[in-house]
C-alpha cells in the first residue's frame, strides 16, 4: 500500500503500473495479483487506507460523533500524501470508468452511506431536526475539507479550530428546535 501511494504521489495514476509497484515493494507481481485483480482495484484500496472509517454503530451523542468525523476528514484531507495523490486522481476518474466504478463502491459510497445511516438515525431519534435531509448533511460534513484539499491556491492554511467553527455552522441549521 505504501509503495502504491508513493509511486502515485510520484509518478501520477497512468505511470504507476502493477510492475513499478511490485518493484517498490520489494515482491514479485505474481503476489499483488494475489490480492489484487487490478491496478484500479489496488489504488482504490490504498487510498481507502488513508481515509477515515466510519463505524456506525457508535452510540453517543450525535453532535459529538459528528464533531469527531468532521475532524477526523479535516485530518484525512490535510495529509500531503493524499494531498499530492487526489488532484491527479480527478482526471483518471473521469477517464476510466473502471478506477471510477471501484472507487466509488471502495472508497466513496461506504463513508457517505454510513454518515447518512448515522444521521437517518439520529433524525429518527429525534437528536436532529425532522426536516433535516441526512445526504445534504453529509455532503456539508465531506465536502468543504475536500474542497480545501483539492483548492488549496491561495488559501491559508488551515486555522486551528476550523473544523469546530465549520461543525457549529451546520449544526445550528441541524439541531433540534423546542
Known sequence: MAATLELLAERGFQETTMEAIAASAGV????????????????????????????????????TLLLERLNEFAHVFADPLLGRILPGLLGELERNPAFAAVYAERVVRPRHEALVELLTRARNRGELRGDVDPGVVADLIIGPPLLR???????????????ERLFETIWAGIEPRP
Not at 35 to 48: H, M, N, T, V
Not at 149 to 163: K, T
Request: zero cysteines; a negative charge; proline letters at 6%.
Open 149 to 163: 484539499l483539492l483548492f488549496p491556491f491561495g488559501l491559508p492554511d488551515l486555522p486551528a479550530g476550523w473544523a
Open 28 to 63: 514479485g507481481k505474481n503476489t499483488i495479483y494475489r490480492r489484487w485483480a487490478s491496478k484500479e482495484d489496488l489504488i482504490a484500496d490504498a487510498i481507502r487506507e488513508l481515509s477515515a472509517e466510519l463505524d456506525v454503530e457508535e452510540e453517543g451523542d450525535v453532535r
